[in-house]
């Protein structure tokens, strides 16, 4: 069975500092990873995807994560935080097309002035 | 670019009684989702559609149902409402399986369920 987990509920970095979320999967199969952010009260908004080839991807926003097969993670980065990035970020994974996504817990980001 | 389309944006119902939620996915895409996202929870599959048959299903109560209809869109139906359906109810669609970015899904706004 498939799991996610977002470790670190709550983050909190100053305005300019780099932003590091981090997750890790457990998969049977070889994973299709994501990152979606949640505005609140809004819907779920794709940032970045792994598949297969560079294991470097890169999203919207200057977000980027990095596929780790032997670490079973996937951490979502940004160099520089802006606190339009402030919001809730889940990391899923899933078998593959037409499957169901499998969510962390989430990770709310704060960013301060 | 067209997105996943969810009616309505917020319900607000009573206990025991019904509800349907529509959802109506992007253009050419085949597949329909639904999540569950209760407050301050992650969301949770429930169940999806593929060509108009059911694909898979997840964590979804005997007293809710749900199809795909022949232009695509799909209608959840929730009956016997209870306090704890009170949560968010995301839609996503994705492409068919030899469309390109097939593996993602797209979510709607959602919909806003409050059950008194």
């Known amino acids: 069975a498939q799991s996610v987990t977002q470790l670190g509920s709550h983050v909190s970095v100053s305005e300019g500092a780099l932003v590091l979320l981090r997750c890790n999967y457990s998969?049977?199969?070889?994973?299709?990873l994501f990152w979606y952010v949640q505005y609140p009260n809004q819907g779920l908004q794709l940032l970045l995807k792994y598949t297969t080839g560079a294991t470097l991807v890169k999203g919207i926003n200057g977000f980027e994560a990095e596929f780790k097969k032997s670490e079973t993670s996937f951490h979502l980065t940004k160099p520089s935080a802006h606190m339009s990035d402030a919001a809730e970020y889940f990391c899923a994974v899933s078998d593959g097309a037409g499957t169901a996504l499998i969510f962390g817990k989430g990770t709310t980001l704060s960013v301060s002035s | 670019a067209a997105g996943v389309i969810q009616s309505p944006r917020h319900l607000i119902k009573e206990k025991r009684e019904t509800a349907t939620l529509k959802c109506y996915p992007i253009p050419r895409h085949d597949t329909v989702y639904w999540y569950q996202q209760g407050p301050g929870q992650d969301p949770q599959f429930l169940i999806s559609?593929?060509?108009?048959?059911?694909?898979d299903k997840g964590s979804i109560p005997d007293r809710f149902s749900a199809q795909q209809f022949s232009d695509y869109h799909s209608e959840l139906n929730m009956s016997s409402l209870e306090l704890g359906d009170s949560a968010l109810y995301f839609c996503?669609?994705?492409?068919?399986?030899?469309?390109?970015?097939?593996?993602?899904?797209?979510f709607g706004p959602g919909t806003r369920l409050l059950v008194l």
């Open positions: 559609f593929y060509e108009k048959m059911q694909s």
């Open positions: 996503a669609s994705s492409p068919g399986l030899a469309g390109e970015n097939e593996e993602t899904q797209y």
């Open positions: 998969s049977s199969v070889p994973p299709y």
